[in-house]
């Protein structure tokens, strides 16, 4: 028995000595030699597999339970049951299609007699676009901007390059546009675009390189200061690098912005879009806050469209399409709209007048020449943007 | 950490004898800054979480987490942390044994590949996959032709966690093996056992509770992991959202309610985390009272020969 107390304590065993388990015939050595094999019938035959057999068959269990889960809930491409449809959508709208879907998904239900799921996806605008390059399988994309949707065109071929004619209004079911949203009481006195480009007013906007709603406060300011000047391009690069100086943080997306600015409490003002300031008055905000309507504005038109690609290979060209014309229905425009994006609908637009108040709007093509181009001179690594924010560091 | 286990050690045998010559202000005051730290910056967000989490009721709270879209991304954190635990289990008894019973050119490049996942952000441990997997990645044209996901779903977001949460159970596995020398197993060999054998029933219950260690510590980060997974995740809302990246969601939503959603899912997180700690605490008591068996039985005999 000596031996076999060695053996326990060079294993850590605990000291209380149990009597040698027998021995399990499935255990045998086939290849021992006879005098070996005897010694083994004293090797002390607490195994982890005894030690731990109860937990064992647990975790085993669990395992193949958590499996089976997953084989279940991995989603299966072409079953005719149950479709799903993936929306890969920009930051602001979560609210936006949450409503929307609930409905649609009534509205296929009595049109199609068929049950179906829309599932949701939000981040920065450009983030996203880049997700369904690398493959976030999207049957339609909400984006904050032509270009993001463009890109997955001249990129990836994912869809053709004349996508956005495919639609009435560009694509683009709802417009936005960009205001500024002050504390209450408008402290530091900000009227119009320039007060963002005083010494001691700290400005909150998403960044331009990850953020579609944060190109298109940077074009809205750029537009303001074009116009005033007369189209002195100088001019306005002066006045957006002053602008960048007073930004204490880039965030990714213009969700994040918002929060920053609304639940963090940084910054006097925050550049948004039109809907967030809204939806951050009624429901953060209890008077914490007041829009500012600039001057002059950018009309900003978010656009939409079916990946034919994903949509061609899960077989949902039919829901997506419809998914992107409901919204143009009575229906879809007024969800819209309670979701603070402009309405295009005229009967629409005049029942929800009073909340979006009239004001001199330019577009992207009108001063930047379209997207493209504006991504191009603005926004590509080594543009106009990279220019003003190392000069405004 | 099995470092942390053994200082633990050194501390308890040491604790009678005085350990220092300083007069007792010095103690106390150290004492009082060293708490006061860490009820600050521990215990008020921890405790935090929970007051947030049940700011509007037991009600609102568990109808926050059995929301589809929550109740799915605990599911698929379960899933994930599942697949990936074992793997690495298996991954870091391999490497560990290798490391510490072996002598073999390479050793230092495999310990240092070990510790690799400590020292890349968790974005670029993300992003490696998507550049490998991706559609424009150097498979992503294969990928795509046979129809086989892996980047914005499940399977990526598995091989993410497993990068992340490698080191954790070869790390704790190394000292312990290497502590406990390979006298045993020769022992074991020469008395005839083969070498599954000698694994199973000498290496293994050796080294069980480091094991059980790494794989505590394993677990908390694959559940906790946001960096890498949100890279590769999509965050499709209800089909891949882990527990972490389902509270960003929630946080960001603009809706009142969300804040409180977003720390009931988090306070989950927060639960695991207690637990981790209390498992932890438990097998280092148990690891010291084995070790104190262990005297007892060698000095017993000791004075039986």
């Known amino acids: 028995m000596k031996q076999i107390g060695v053996i326990e304590n060079w294993a850590t065993q605990p000291a209380e000595r149990r009597a040698p388990a027998p021995r399990d015939p499935a255990n045998n050595c086939v290849d021992l030699e006879p005098d070996a094999a005897s010694s083994m019938n004293g090797f002390p035959e607490r195994s982890v597999g005894e030690m731990f057999a109860a937990p064992n068959k647990a975790a085993g269990l669990l395992i193949l339970l958590t499996l089976a889960c997953l084989a279940g809930g991995l989603p299966r491409n072409s079953s005719a049951a149950e479709r799903s449809i993936l929306n890969v959508s920009y930051d602001p709208t979560r609210e936006l299609y949450q409503d929307y879907n609930v409905a649609f998904v009534n509205y296929w239900k009595g049109k199609a007699d068929q049950l179906i799921t829309i599932k949701q996806s939000h981040g920065g605008s450009g983030k996203q676009a880049r997700a369904v390059i690398d493959g976030l399988e999207a049957d339609v994309v909400t984006f904050a901007l032509a270009y993001d949707i463009d890109v997955l065109a001249t990129r990836a071929r994912l869809l053709p390059a004349n996508w956005q004619t495919r639609l009435p209004n560009n694509s683009s079911p709802y417009t936005s546009t960009i205001v500024l949203l002050v504390r209450k009481g408008n402290p530091k006195g900000i009227k119009d675009w320039d007060d963002l480009a005083r010494p001691g007013v700290s400005v909150i906007t998403p960044n331009p390189k990850t953020s579609g709603g944060a190109r298109w406060n940077y074009l809205a300011a750029y537009g303001y200061e074009l116009k005033r000047s007369n189209g002195d391009e100088a001019k306005a690069r002066a006045f957006l690098k002053a602008i960048f100086k007073n930004v204490p943080v880039l965030d990714t997306g213009a969700r994040g912005a918002t929060t920053t600015f609304v639940q963090r409490g940084i910054g006097d003002v925050l550049i948004a879009w039109e809907n967030e300031a809204l939806s951050s008055v009624a429901e953060d905000g209890k008077g914490k806050f007041e829009i500012i309507i600039p001057s002059i504005s950018i009309l900003a038109e978010p656009p939409v469209a079916v990946v034919d690609k994903f949509a061609k290979r899960h077989g949902t060209e039919a829901i997506a399409k419809a998914y992107l014309e409901h919204l143009y229905s009575e229906e879809g425009q007024e969800i819209a709209a309670r979701n603070h994006y402009r309405p295009r609908l005229e009967s629409v637009a005049q029942k929800h007048a009073a909340e979006f108040p009239q004001l001199k709007l330019f577009t992207i093509d009108e001063l930047f020449g379209g997207w493209q181009k504006a991504q191009t001179t603005h926004f590509d690594d080594g543009g106009t943007f990279d220019e003003i924010y190392q000069g405004s560091r | ?305």
């Open chain 2, 1 to 305: 950490m099995a470092g942390t286990i053994q200082s633990n050690l050194k501390a308890r045998r040491t604790a009678s004898r005085r350990g220092t010559e300083e007069p007792a202000f010095v103690k106390w005051t150290l004492i009082t800054i060293g708490l006061a730290f860490a009820l600050l910056f521990l215990l008020v967000p921890l405790v935090n979480v929970f007051y947030q989490a049940l700011e509007k009721g037991v009600r609102f709270y568990l109808a926050a987490l059995t929301e589809p879209d929550s109740w799915s991304a605990i599911r698929l954190t379960l899933i994930i942390a599942a697949i990936s635990v074992p793997l690495n289990v298996v991954f870091g008894l391999a490497a560990a044994w290798a490391i510490a019973k072996f002598e073999f050119r390479g050793k230092a490049i495999l310990i240092t590949l070990i510790d690799l996942p400590f020292a890349v952000s968790p974005v670029v441990s993300g992003l490696v996959f998507v550049l490998l997997f991706g559609m424009q990645g150097y498979f992503g044209q294969w990928l795509d032709d046979h129809n086989i996901k892996i980047i914005f779903a499940v399977p990526g977001m598995v091989m993410a966690t497993i990068f992340v949460t490698f080191p954790f159970v070869a790390r704790e596995l190394i000292p312990v093996m290497q502590a406990t020398g390979s006298e045993q197993e020769q022992a074991a060999l020469t008395l005839g056992a083969s070498g599954w054998q000698t694994f199973w029933h000498v290496t293994l219950p050796s080294v069980k509770w480091g094991l059980l260690y790494g794989v505590i510590l394993c677990n908390a980060r694959a559940m906790g992991e946001f960096g890498a997974v949100s890279v590769v995740s999509g965050k499709i809302a209800g089909q891949t959202q882990t527990m972490p990246l389902r509270v960003e969601e929630l946080y960001n939503s603009s809706k009142l309610s969300g804040g409180t959603a977003a720390f009931a899912v988090a306070s989950l997180l927060a639960l695991l985390a207690l637990f981790t700690l209390g498992v932890k605490t438990w097998v280092e008591w148990k690891t010291r009272r084995n070790y104190e068996l262990a005297q007892r039985a060698e000095a017993n005999f000791q004075s039986q020969i």
